[in-house]
């Protein structure tokens, strides 16, 4: 069993909906991260958060340290939006980062 | 801002060959990593420098060698390189010393060994 596990795999969407890509792990952690990679492969640090919640614009990132799972919500989701979101856990000493396959979203105009 | 620069973007070998990637970031960041990205899996971590001078390895650090020149630059090197290392690479770095922090990737490397 993978340590971390995105679902949906893959997941398209209509303009405008409301959009949760989910992540669960089996380790202890120290924060969770949340990526962005653009269908050109570049990849985009998102959310790094360790406990709560963040937001920035119309992404917001969840964490429940007790339930090891995290959210990434997009609200009023745009084509722009399509990617592949990673999850990845931070555990503790550096540069040991375990990261999710990805869940590959796909926003239809 | 350049940020984390990544060279060459493409690079087809033959097995055997050796080649070196480049990485450099302008953000005097301290700690640099190298990953490869495979179909169906997650990104795996190689090598990673915590500070200029030291190295250590990641998950899967076999058929590899890096070097930190210097804080802004931090090379990935196959010796004799195999089809299994055909993958895309990313170079990343972070400011953050004894945890990962925010990570800022370069746009990868794409490498197919023949």
């Known amino acids: 069993k993978n340590e971390v596990e995105q679902s949906p795999q893959n997941l398209t969407a209509q303009e405008g909906e409301f959009i949760t890509i989910n992540c669960s792990y089996s380790?202890?952690?120290?924060?969770l991260h949340w990526l962005q990679q653009h269908p050109g492969g570049g990849i985009v640090s998102l959310f790094m958060?360790?406990?709560g919640k963040k937001k920035h614009g119309r992404l917001i990132a969840t964490i429940n340290i007790q339930e090891k799972h995290s959210s990434l919500h997009i609200t009023a989701s745009h084509p722009r939006d399509s990617a592949v979101y990673i999850c990845?856990?931070?555990?503790?000493?550096?540069?040991?980062?375990?990261f999710g396959k990805g869940t590959k979203l796909s926003v239809k105009p | 801002n350049a940020g984390v620069t990544q060279t060459p973007k493409f690079q087809v070998l033959k097995t055997g060959q050796s080649m070196t990637l480049q990485c450099a970031q302008d953000?005097?960041?301290?700690?640099m990593y190298w990953y490869r990205q495979d179909p169906g899996m997650g990104l795996r971590l190689i090598y990673y420098?915590?500070?200029?001078?030291?190295?250590d390895k990641g998950e899967v650090p076999n058929g590899y060698n890096v070097s930190r020149l210097n804080k802004r630059e931090f090379s990935l090197r196959l010796e004799s390189a195999a089809p299994s290392q055909t993958s895309v690479y990313f170079c990343?770095?972070?400011?953050?010393?004894?945890?990962?922090?925010?990570?800022?990737f370069g746009e990868g490397s794409r490498l197919t060994v023949l």
């Open positions: 990343a770095s972070s400011t953050l010393a004894g945890a990962t922090g925010e990570l800022f």
């Open positions: 380790v202890g952690i120290s924060a």
């Open positions: 958060l360790s406990s």
């Open positions: 990845a856990v931070e555990r503790g000493s550096q540069g040991n980062l375990i």
């Open positions: 953000m005097n960041h301290n700690s």
């Open positions: 420098s915590a500070s200029e001078g030291t190295t």
